[in-house]
């Protein structure tokens, strides 16, 4: 089944503790992003890659960090994770990275910062 | 810059009655315009997309969308809401070309017995 996967689901931690949330695709898509979903703001995104090794800002970068070391994997990185990156996220990939592909996304990521 | 805005933040509706969301978007450039559905717990799923020609979209589940550039709006519609469609609806613009999708704020949609 074509999809993209996210994990954990759910994960509570504490301020200034590093944690990685992994997102995998298997459809050999070259664009992969990640966003944050808040009440009231919709989908921002934070950073995205148009294929290995090239990755770029999105337009709320602070506090993260990406790698696209491999095409079906693009993991998010919070070195030290601050109350106000709770929030739900989520890994989208398409085909490539025009803005006329669609974007399938993972189930979702539920981050509490405490 | 692209911006979208949802004009209500929450559409309560009776089931089988004619539902309408409204998308306006701003740009000053050719766009692309999407409407995605979020079930609850869910990831984010196309439910249609404009990107040229015929300015009626016909999506999955019964919704359709008007592109009407005059306006710059993008509504969405289905005549007869069923209990399933409860969920969150979120409209997106992007520039066409270009490699950024902008997403509004979302809707969501209570479809009441």
């Known amino acids: 089944e074509a999809q993209v996967t996210q994990n954990p689901r759910y994960l509570i931690t504490v301020t200034g503790k590093k944690l990685t949330v992994t997102c995998s695709q298997n459809?050999?898509?070259?664009?992969m992003s990640w966003y944050r979903q808040d009440p009231g703001l919709g989908l921002r995104q934070i950073y995205y890659?148009?294929?290995?090794?090239?990755?770029d800002k999105g337009d709320v970068p602070e506090g993260y960090k990406v790698s696209r070391k491999e095409k079906r994997n693009f993991p998010l990185i919070l070195e030290s994770p601050s109350p106000n990156q709770t929030s739900l996220y989520f890994c989208?990939?398409?085909?490539?990275?025009?803005?006329?592909?669609?974007?399938?996304f993972g189930p979702g990521t539920r981050l509490t910062v405490t | 810059a692209q911006s979208v805005t949802q004009l209500d933040s929450q559409v309560p509706v009776f089931e089988e009655a004619p539902v309408e969301l409204r998308c306006n978007y701003s740009?000053?450039?050719?766009?692309?315009l999407f409407w995605y559905v979020q079930y609850p717990n869910q990831g984010l799923q196309l439910l249609l997309k404009?990107?040229?020609?015929?300015?009626l979209v016909k999506g999955i589940n019964g919704f359709e969308a008007e592109f009407n550039k005059s306006q710059t709006s993008f509504h969405l519609r289905k005549p007869s809401v069923h209990i399933s469609d409860t969920a969150e609806y979120f409209c997106?613009?992007?520039?066409?070309?270009?490699?950024?999708?902008?997403f509004g704020a979302g809707t969501r949609l209570f479809v009441k017995a």
């Open positions: 404009y990107l040229s020609g015929s300015t």
């Open positions: 459809m050999n898509h070259e664009y």
């Open positions: 740009s000053s450039v050719s766009v692309y």
């Open positions: 989208a990939s398409s085909l490539k990275g025009g803005a006329n592909y669609e974007q399938y």
């Open positions: 890659s148009m294929n290995v090794e090239v990755t």
């Open positions: 997106a613009v992007s520039e066409a070309g270009g490699f950024k999708t902008i």
